[in-house]
T-cell receptor
Framework: KQEVTQIPAALSVPEGENLVLNCSFT??????LQWFRQDPGKGLTSLLL?????REQTSGRLNASLDKSSGRSTLYIAASQPGDSATYLC?????????FGGGTRLMVKP | DTEVTQTPKHLVMGMTNKKSLKCEQH?????MYWYKQKAKKPPELMFV???????INESVPSRFSPECPNSSLLNLHLHALQPEDSALYLC??????????????FGPGTRLTVT
């Protein structure tokens, strides 16, 4: 059974810092990996999708990498802003199943 | 249009009530999903519909009854719920899985409180 772990569970940083969120998964037979953002009480917003054949994807200040063989992905956020405060979830897909990690709750302080 | 809409946004119901949650998408997606999310936990898959047919039921209690009347709509009928069923219910849609690039698009959720 696929297990997805995210470290750290919570993170508080001052505005302007570059930061890295980690995601690991136990079964490397995945189709793709998605990073989501979730604001309190809201739905999930897809940030980046990395196909199993890709190594990284970039969108603005966000960069996600994937090392499928070692079962790891990282989400890099450059020059963090208070508006980045949210919970970040990674999810791996096999067939139609998405398996989510527990999330990292990020607080960026002004 | 990459939007998934869900109604209502909030729902409070008693344990003897019958209510329904609705989800709609107009992206031409033929796979739709229901997830349940408890506070500070990740979403948990409940049901998957592919081409309007139920393809996955993750051992969900029968008091939750999904329905997919057409390719754009997904309903979740609720009956005789328990207080522990209180959660955020998320709907998602995607192209039919078969390519690496398919991704799921999520709606804003319905916050359900069972009293």
């Amino acid at each position: 059974k696929q297990e997805v772990t995210q470290i750290p569970a919570a993170l508080s940083v001052p505005e302007g810092e570059n930061l890295v969120l980690n995601c690991s998964f136990t079964d490397s037979a995945i189709y793709n990996l998605q990073w989501f953002r979730q604001d309190p009480g809201k739905g999930l917003t897809s940030l980046l999708l990395i196909q199993s054949s890709q190594r990284e994807q970039t969108s603005g200040r966000l960069n996600a990498s994937l090392d499928k063989s070692s079962g790891r992905s990282t989400l890099y956020i450059a020059a963090s802003q208070p508006g980045d405060s949210a919970t970040y979830l990674c999810a791996v897909r096999r067939y139609s199943m998405l398996t989510f990690g527990g999330g990292t709750r990020l607080m960026v302080k002004p | 249009d990459t939007e998934v809409t869900q109604t209502p946004k909030h729902l409070v119901m008693g344990m003897t009530n019958k209510k329904s949650l609705k989800c709609e998408q107009h992206m031409g997606h033929r796979a739709m999903y229901w997830y349940k999310q408890k506070a500070k936990k990740p979403p948990e898959l409940m049901f998957v519909y592919s081409y309007e047919k139920l393809s996955i039921n993750e051992s969900v209690p029968s008091r939750f009854s999904p329905e997919c009347p057409n390719s754009s709509l997904l309903n979740l009928h609720l009956h005789a719920l328990q207080p522990e069923d209180s959660a955020l219910y998320l709907c998602a849609s995607s192209q039919i899985p078969g390519t690496d690039s398919y991704e799921q698009y999520f709606g804003p959720g319905t916050r359900l409180t069972v009293t």
